[in-house]
């Protein structure tokens, strides 16, 4: 037999949603779907969930004070840190709630504070509130003398999002929503009776609706249904983590002034780090995110320009994202609307803060499918709880007596910097972690000041143990990062005896 | 919460710090002394450790590191030394209580007499130095990946670059090639290798391994594994000079960038660290400023020679017995050493001028033909001295008779003749 007689690909299956792309968009919107009657499935071209744009990204929850008057944008991130509130206590998941410190370092950008609190104002945002260098000296002991003003506002929040992301799929797929991951769409076409047809890596599916909420790749998806007026602007930006030793010199989240090149934004993470960002570069590539000495350089002068104490030596570790934002709109406003040429495709297209609108993008979404002509309705039995398991080093001493009483395996410390246990490890194995970063991700083993170092032996044995395979085939992220490439010529002979 | 179990010593880890410490605190007559080992074999990083030449100056022999440790293992099997193994201390304080988690034992606390702090050190991550380039698999700190091959058996890769001279990556660069890898290069960004003169011929000359002062790598290359790492030449400020990279192709870069004693314990403590050496300050009893809480080894300041580790575990257990014989925790008379511009690194920061002291001290640049004074108690001459090689001290106490009793400041310089 030819290649070119070679079996057609499988069918893999119908539905009547299909939500391409199960980053933080795409999972809320598998979320919110997963509450209606229907057949749904989230495509995921990854080997994870989220591990795409969303993971690399300052996992901040905004109030609209970005985003200008009349803006879409806006409109979905009034009431985000509300939204993510809630969805924590559902989801299990961890929210912390931080306030915003905007800094002006000279007079001339009170300007500035004034037109980000009227804007926010105008998405019905209260509670901003300019400040003088004494209410900022109290607020936050170590920013810059120079700051003369600062806008203040309350109750933003920070999470992490890959383990949003990973809670928000999880609970989807509880409710009923299929995940195919590693599956990358590569054409759209009609069936006979007019619904499409997605012809993927893995083989054909076929969906009444189709969301495309493919994040760098949505311009892409676009294209195979004849849209060719979606372009994406691209930026790569460089965030650098910071030791947690340092952690006291910020506890808000501080900004500073905000252009093409740079978003000047430090504060504290999820996990009580700090995280700061963000310098741009322009770039065409969906898939550089390699990190520069001057990508480095420059942000760590971004972050010293806000708090001159900040030192190098604390930075734990560096990273890049792409930042996409849709080119074709005014202010670079979101783009969320169905297809010109296919009805029945709604693009989901957004930009900073992409996070912070998720949860409302998600209902907006569904309104757009009933406009679109899907029936709507809720199903009974929507469980709205998925349960995460407890982690230990952010537990009192009360509760990780408990976890270990409950499960011994709490008392087996594995990551040291973080206070990881085997416990937490082996739950985010069987819960579906198949790669070193997915493990790291969902527990924060090697996420602390050794960046791996002791436990990265340990997590390696774990999945080759939990998933049945050898040390050689367990990789970092997926086909071709393997850890190790063979065992030693002598062979491994315990000296313990 | 349980109540707190009573003890005279605990010793955090039971490396060749921790476990000297031990068996001469046991030999001192002190009762009760737990060790706790967050890992499940005790040693700290000595099993991983199979070359030889540990215990030259202890054992007059060279042993290799399960050896010297095994040494000191049945020490304190035949003293009675409870070694708590796979148990991780999560906090400690000013009030010295303890409070350690296991496996097999849950969550327990401690009311300690004294501490001794032996946790180590531990590599300095990629992060650290800002590597640009992507984020592949075979990335590894020479820590690491010894502790692959040595202790797990397998292999991190088969072409390798090191990036820094420090003494564990020279010695993984002669481990690897024994294993049938081949090590392209050592990188190091100074001008002189930053490990033992010894280690730089037996791991790098003897197995024809270059060693490329004056450089550093500037990218990582690769979206999946490593694929190659481009490197280049530095000026006197370390930074890449123009028309100087090249592209090496390898698998796998490992880092042997530097040591950071591994002191979050002893901060939750607040004992008081030295920028210098990243440890505590202490005294000539290894005390910190935490009454009762005494430091050694590689968390109280990165040492050349495990020999000296366990000296220095020693010292800090005879420091802790002459707190549990209740000399009181009062106002210590100090008087503070103080080195000039060419002092790195000085233990013990401060002395009480009542006994004799063991002075550890680093210059902070190569030095040749050179004067060490100690205020005006001491003064020799020395032929060299460079950054990676401890110079030594011991002087009796009788020599601190001839100071006046104000004296709170002892000045220490090298001084090129």
């Known amino acids: 037999m030819s290649a070119a007689e070679a079996a057609p690909p499988p069918h893999i299956g119908d539905y009547d949603v299909i939500v391409i792309g199960a980053g933080i968009t795409g999972a809320m919107i598998a979320r919110q779907l997963s509450k209606l009657q229907g057949r749904f499935a989230v495509l995921e071209k990854g080997a994870f969930p989220g591990f795409g744009v969303s993971k690399a990204s300052l996992s901040q929850i905004h109030l609209p004070d970005f985003c200008p008057p009349g803006s879409l944008k806006g409109k979905l991130c009034r009431d985000a840190p509300a939204r993510f509130k809630k969805l924590a206590g559902e989801l299990d998941v961890y929210y912390r709630e931080v306030d915003e410190l905007w800094l002006a370092l000279e007079a001339a950008q009170v300007a500035n504070l004034e037109a980000a609190k009227a804007r926010a104002e105008s998405h019905g945002a209260t509670g901003f509130e300019i400040i003088g260098p004494q209410r900022i000296r109290e607020l936050e002991p170590h920013v810059t003398p120079e700051a003369v ?91 650098l983590i910071f030791d947690k030793s340092v952690s006291h010199l910020v506890r808000h989240m501080i900004f500073g002034t905000f252009s093409e090149s740079h978003s000047q934004d430090i504060a504290p993470t999820a996990h009580g780090n700090l995280i700061l960002g963000v310098h741009y570069v322009p770039t065409n590539n969906k898939t550089d995110t390699k990190v520069s000495r001057e990508g480095i350089q420059q942000t760590f002068e971004l972050g010293r320009q806000l708090v001159p104490a900040l030192s190098q030596k604390d930075i734990i570790t560096s990273f890049a994202g792409i930042l996409a934002q849709p080119d074709m709109t005014r202010d670079g406003d979101f783009h969320i609307a169905a297809s010109q040429h296919s009805p029945r495709v709604i693009h989901v297209i957004v930009g ?61 410390i594995i990551c040291r910097c973080e206070q990881v246990t085997e416990a937490e490890t082996v739950a985010s194995i069987r819960r579906g972690a198949r790669t070193m970063d997915a493990v790291k991700h969902l527990t924060r083993a090697g996420m602390g000041r050794c960046q791996g170092g002791f436990c990265g032996p340990f997590v390696l044995k774990c999945l080759a143990d939990e998933l049945g395979i050898t040390p050689t085939q367990v990789t970092k992220s997926g086909p071709g990062s393997h850890q190790i490439v063979k065992m030693t010529r002598s062979g491994f002979k315990s000296c313990d005896g | 919460m349980t109540t707190a179990l009573n003890l005279d010593l605990a010793i955090i880890g039971s490396g060749p710090a921790g476990l000297a410490a031990a068996v001469k605190a046991r030999q001192l007559g002190i009762k009760d002394v737990v060790v706790f080992e967050r890992d499940e074999r005790p040693g700290g990083i000595l099993p991983q450790c199979i070359h030889n030449g540990f215990g030259l100056q202890k054992f007059k022999a060279a042993l290799t590191g399960p050896e010297y440790i095994n040494r000191y293992i049945k020490m304190a099997q035949v003293h009675s030394v409870d070694i708590e193994l796979d148990t991780m201390v999560l906090e400690i304080d000013k009030n010295r209580i303890l409070t350690a988690v296991s496996e097999h034992r ?26 640009a380039g992507t984020r592949p698999a075979g990335v590894f700190t020479a820590g690491q990946a010894q502790r692959l091959v040595n202790i797990e058996g397998y292999m991190p890769g088969e072409t390798i670059v090191i990036q820094g001279s420090g003494d564990v990556g020279m010695i993984m660069a002669r481990r690897l090639s024994l294993e049938g890898a081949q090590v392209k290069a050592v990188v190091e960004i100074q001008p002189f290798a930053s490990g033992l003169i010894r280690n730089e011929v037996q791991c790098l000359h003897d197995f024809d391994i270059p060693l490329l002062l004056s450089h550093t790598v500037v990218e990582i290359h690769g979206d999946k594994r490593v694929e190659g790492v481009s490197i280049a030449e530095v000026d006197e400020r370390w930074q890449p000079l123009e028309g100087t990279v090249q592209f090496i192709a390898c698998d796998t870069l490992l880092l042997s960038v530097g040591l950071i004693p591994e002191n979050e314990l002893s901060k939750m403590a607040g004992v008081s660290l030295d920028p210098q050496t990243g440890g505590a300050y202490v005294d000539e009893l290894l005390e910190t400023s935490v009454p009762g809480i005494f430091s050694c080894g590689n968390v109280l300041h990165v040492n050349d020679y495990v020999d000296e580790v366990s000296n220095e575990g020693e010292i800090a257990a005879r420091g802790a017995q002459s707190r549990i014989k209740g000399r009181p925790a009062g106002k210590k008379k100090k008087i503070a050493l103080v080195g000039n511009k060419t002092i790195g690194q000085i233990v013990p920061q401060a002395i009480s001028g009542q006994r004799a002291v063991t002075f550890y001290i680093r210059v902070n640049r190569p030095m040749e033909k050179l004067t060490l004074r100690i205020g005006d108690i001491f003064k020799k001459r020395i032929p060299y001295a460079r950054p990676s090689e401890m110079i030594q001290i011991r002087l009796p106490k009788k020599v601190f008779s001839e100071l006046e009793a104000s004296t709170a400041r002892l000045k220490v310089s090298c001084e090129e003749r």
């Open chain 2, 106 to 131: 849950g969550l327990r606390t401690y009311q300690c007499k004294s501490i001794v702090l032996a946790m180590g050190c531990r590599e300095r991550p990629r992060g650290a130095i800002g590597i």
């Open chain 1, 352 to 412: 900073a803060p992409g996070l912070s609108a998720a949860p409302a993008v998600a209902e907006y979404v569904i309104q757009l499918l009933a406009d679109a002509g899907m029936p709507i309705e809720e199903k009974t039995g929507f469980n709205p709880k998925r349960g995460g398991w407890p982690a230990f080093g952010i537990a009192s001493i009360a509760e990780k007596q408990q976890m270990i009483a409950a499960n011994s395996k709490y008392g087996h």
């Open chain 1, 149 to 239: 003003a600062g806008l203040y506002a309350r109750g933003l929040g920070v999470i992490y999002t890959p383990q949003w992301n990973f809670a928000l799929i999880e609970n989807a797929v509880q409710n009923g929503v299929q995940l195919h991951l590693q599956t990358e769409v590569v054409d759209i076409g009609k069936t006979n009776g007019g619904i499409y047809r997605l012809t993927t890596n893995q083989g054909t599916l076929t969906a009444s609706y189709v969301i495309n909420a493919a994040g760098l790749y949505t311009d892409e998806i676009a294209r195979m249904v004849g849209d060719g007026h979606i372009h994406l602007s691209l930026r790569k930006g460089t965030m």
